[in-house]
């Protein structure tokens, strides 16, 4: 199945589609390109405080939204958690934890500053999801440019699973993110990917990459 398990879809939640419609389109055009299944992934940060109780009546807004339109695409409701003390930790307390194909938990870092981590070791955090029962996703790490090569590796060795995006291997974010998610590739690092769709740029970058014929990767 074609499957994207990384999208800011939902409609004024996050940094991600600005309303219903914008919504709509963004989801049509993934449709249009050949997922089958999408999973919002809204961010849960310090500055978007979202929790389940918050994302689902926007999740079933838009799920509405695309029957109505007769947009067959199957919709599922997840989350994007960043380790920052602002809310990783109320995450863990309140079992905010919404696991992706029922498996997966999407843990990102802090993108540009590594500081806002604040106390939280990484490493320690994936364990403990991983002795839920559950598989730590660490999203895009060819983002994180402080990110070293051997804390990667322990990530991984610890048993998390790394998911690149579409938009790094289309030059979306700069040609540094590009050639970090090719040695990820090159060295069979990740596991996964995803479009981490927030708007109507990313499917114009996005959506020439596809149509160069690059595939969607099935699983």
């Keep these: ?13 996050d940094d991600g589609a600005t309303d219903l ?65 602002e809310t990783w930790p109320e995450v863990l307390e309140k079992n905010w934890l919404m ?9 990102e870092l802090p993108i540009f500053n590594p500081e806002d981590i604040g106390d939280i070791k990484p490493l320690e955090e994936f364990k403990k999801v991983i002795s839920l029962g559950l598989t730590p996703l660490l999203p895009h790490p060819e983002r994180y440019s402080y990110l070293s090569h051997d804390e990667l590796m322990s990530f991984v060795e610890a048993g998390v ?4 995006n579409y938009g790094s291997l289309a030059g979306l974010y700069g040609e540094e993110a590009k050639q970090n998610t090719r040695k990820l590739v090159e060295e069979g690092l990740v596991s996964y990917y995803g479009t981490d769709m927030h708007n109507l740029h990313y499917v114009d970058v996005i959506g020439r990459y596809f149509a160069q014929g690059n595939p969607i990767i099935e699983y």
């Excluded at 299944?37 to 807004?61: A, G």
């Excluded at 696991?99 to 843990?107: A, G, S, T, W, Y």
């Excluded at 699973?161 to 690149?164: F, N, V």
């Design 161 to 164: 699973k790394i998911q690149s």
């Design 21 to 85: 419609e914008n919504s709509v389109a963004l989801v049509s055009a993934m449709a249009d390109w050949g997922f089958e299944r999408i999973t919002c992934t809204p961010h849960i940060t310090n500055k978007f405080r979202n929790t389940p109780e918050t994302i689902r009546p926007v999740f079933e807004q838009l799920q509405e939204a695309l029957y109505v339109r007769n947009i067959d695409v199957d919709l599922r409701m997840s989350a994007e958690y960043r380790l920052v003390p």
């Design 99 to 107: 696991p992706i194909e029922d498996r997966f938990i999407l843990m």
């Design 1 to 13: 199945m074609k499957l994207d398990f990384h999208s800011h879809i939902l409609p004024l939640i």
